[in-house]
T-cell receptor
């Protein structure tokens, strides 16, 4: 497949483990955050979002945690599956501006 | 299938040439965004259109231009191409052009441009 980036931080986990992908965002004025998953050869796919008035939001097998004090965002994936292998991007948005994406983290899931 | 259609999927051209990338947004979406993804820079925002009008501009080079047509499809024109323009170009769409509140972008599969 096509590579979406070299020298990305990589997280390697075993199938069935829980995965935690971290993201440090840059702007304390950001009020909206979103996680995308990008599989090889495909476009980014929405996973979950969170507004700054929340510190936690849960979806199906995924949880996003927001710590505004230290400008940190994390994505937790429960019971990671081989199909979760992809590059994961966090993005932040300052009101009145568009999404700014981070560099991404590659998640590798071994059977 | 995300509902956002991009053509062509792959394009190989020479330096100095001009190409046009096309995007059809998801049905009902009025906003179109263009992003460039290169190995070193990640996803970089280029430009946004909402219902035919430019709404926001990012790091788009003067050699690049875009427009959104009355049927809401969009085209990104890249001219005087350089080797460094080789990248994946993504189009995304959303229902709103408002840059506040929740605003999920739906991405297409991308157009891979190779400049030789």
């Amino acid at each position: 497949g096509e590579s979406v980036g070299l020298h990305l931080p990589t997280l390697s986990v075993q199938e069935g483990d829980n995965s935690i992908i971290n993201c440090a965002y840059s702007n304390s004025a950001s009020d909206y955050f979103i996680w995308y998953k990008q599989e090889s050869g495909k476009g980014p796919q929405f996973i979950i979002d969170i507004r700054s008035n929340m510190d936690k939001r849960q979806g199906q097998r995924v949880t996003v945690l927001l710590n505004k004090t230290v400008k940190h965002l994390s994505l937790q994936i429960a019971a990671t599956q081989p199909g979760d292998s992809a590059v994961y991007f966090c993005a932040e948005r300052v009101p009145g501006s568009t999404l700014t994406f981070g560099k991404g983290t590659m998640l590798l899931v071994s059977p | 299938d995300s509902g956002v259609t991009q053509t062509p999927k792959h394009l190989i051209t020479a330096t100095g040439q001009r190409v046009t990338l096309r995007c059809s947004p998801r049905s009902g979406d009025l906003s179109v965004y263009w992003y460039q993804q290169s190995l070193d820079q990640g996803l970089q925002f280029l430009i946004q259109y909402y219902n035919g009008e430019e709404r926001a501009k990012g790091n788009i080079l003067e050699r690049f231009s875009a427009q959104q047509f009355p049927d809401l499809h969009s085209e990104l024109n890249l001219s005087s191409l350089e080797l460094g323009d080789s990248a994946l170009y993504f189009c995304a769409s959303s229902s709103t052009g408002v840059l506040s509140g929740a605003n999920v972008l739906t991405f297409g599969a991308g157009s891979r441009l190779t400049v030789l």
